[in-house]
């Protein structure tokens, strides 16, 4: 049986003040947790007014790469307390903007994701993530990561999940009501952990008011609620999570891959 203790964290940045809320985040690492998440965005706040502004905050962070301060931080922290993080970060390539997510392991090695389904303003200030979902090893356990509104796409979580994830990490600035619940069912439709870090607090930096909904989680392969935050407040959602539960035997008779029918399942219904 290998367990693991893992923490959906939830902060409330203050837009643009990267420093501080780096400090904020550093002080909500629970000690001796094996794999944290963050937010989306985590550490510069949602709310770029144009592409420019997000340009000047944007950082490298693709392996390989000399890291931004942001990542770099993260990566000091990472070695430190041997958690291994997951945050999201404005990330820049070349001329290129994506509203990406970090894994970033205690060794210092790191691997990305780049959000697939970008949300309202976020297409014009973004380019769409262009690697597809991808699972990796951290922690001796299979992680995947999404961002955010990629959970309103139910292909999202199902892609990660075949492709071996036992945890989505989900990165989140949720402002519609419904998430929460939806991961529930993620989980359970995927039989695997769902780890959603979320933001609270307000931003009104352009024409669209936006409040963060808080309610960071982490839900079990059968769909139970580990542990979840409040509206308001930040924290870390902890949770002690049995790895050997994100099996797909359904019952005796039912396998959750196996017993799908993907010629069933085509687009083209003419
Ligand atoms: C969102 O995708 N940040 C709602």
């Not at 049986?1 to 923490?7: H, Q, R, S």
């Not at 964290?9 to 094996?34: K, T």
């Not at 949300?119 to 090893?137: A, I, Q, R, T």
């Not at 951290?138 to 139910?154: E, H, L, S, T």
């Amino acid at each position: 049986m290998k367990t693991l203790t893992v923490a959906s964290i939830q902060n409330s940045p203050e837009f643009g003040n990267i420093r501080a809320n780096l400090h904020d985040l550093m002080g909500l690492l629970p000690l001796g947790c094996d794999l944290a998440v963050l937010p989306e965005l985590c550490a510069t706040g949602y709310q770029f007014r144009c592409r420019d502004e997000v340009m000047e905050m944007a950082e490298v962070i693709a392996p390989g790469q000399q890291p931004g301060p942001i990542t770099t931080r993260l990566s000091e922290a990472a070695a430190s307390s041997g958690i291994t993080i997951i945050a999201g970060i404005a990330e820049r390539d070349g001329d290129k903007l994506y509203n990406s997510s970090v894994l970033i392991r205690p060794d210092g090695s790191r691997h990305i994701y780049r959000k697939i389904h970008l949300f309202l303003d976020e297409k014009n200030l973004f380019d769409p993530g262009d690697l597809g979902f991808s699972v990796v090893d951290a922690c001796g356990v299979k992680v995947g990561m999404m961002i955010c509104f990629d959970w309103i796409f139910p292909e999202s979580a199902r892609t990660l999940a075949l492709k071996g994830a036992q945890i989505i990490a989900h990165p989140s600035n949720l402002v519609l009501p419904w998430c929460p619940e939806a991961m529930i069912t993620r989980s359970l439709e995927n039989r695997v952990f769902t780890m959603t870090a979320n933001r609270v607090g307000r931003e009104l930096r352009t024409d669209t008011p936006l409040e963060f909904i808080g309610l960071s989680q982490v839900v079990s392969p059968t769909g139970m609620r580990l542990a979840q935050l409040g509206k308001e407040g930040t924290g870390a959602a902890l949770a002690t999570i049995n790895i050997s539960e994100s099996h797909k035997k359904i019952t005796a008779a039912n396998d959750l891959f196996a017993d799908r029918r993907p010629e069933f399942y085509q687009e083209d219904i003419s």
